[in-house]
């Protein structure tokens, strides 16, 4: 019994497809994290918070720890915003951090990423190169089953 039209060349095509836009979606975070560690404001923070979230039923590891971060801009607005996997060990409620920031959008486009918090990075590059190793060579795959190479 076949699910899929096409068997499976056609799950090769789409779970590529699939894992493809996971790794563009982590490229396109990545090169957001690098141009405001290249080109942002810089500010002193701190990391403001550290807590629990509750990622749902149904999870394999139900809670995940989630960083809270805080600084002033320039224009003396204080400043909120939470991180993405801020390094392997994460930060102590009260640790300095250097923060990059956009000054148009301060609360949507900030990041702890550079000297001592290299985690914002290396986690979408992690991502972003494997997915799409793993996307490639599924596609190439679908095009082998194909005939197509």
């Known amino acids: 019994m076949q699910i899929l039209p096409g068997g499976t060349a056609t799950f090769l095509l789409l779970f590529g497809l699939f894992l493809g836009a996971f790794a563009v979606r982590s490229a396109l975070r990545l090169n957001r994290v690098l141009r405001l560690v290249r080109h942002g404001e810089h500010a002193e923070g701190r990391c403001a918070d550290r807590r629990t979230v509750d990622r749902g039923p149904g999870m394999e590891r139900s809670y995940a720890t989630e960083y809270v971060f805080a600084f002033r801009t320039r224009d003396g607005r204080d400043i909120e915003f939470t991180d993405h ?63 197509w190479l």
């Open 85 to 147: 996997a801020p390094g392997p060990f994460g930060f102590e409620v009260g640790a300095p951090v250097r923060v990059s920031y956009d000054p148009a959008d301060p609360a949507g486009n900030a990041t702890v990423a550079g000297p001592g918090a290299w985690g914002p990075v290396v986690m979408p590059a992690v991502f972003a190169l494997g997915l799409g190793v793993f996307a490639v060579g599924l596609l190439l795959g679908f095009a082998a089953m194909r005939g």
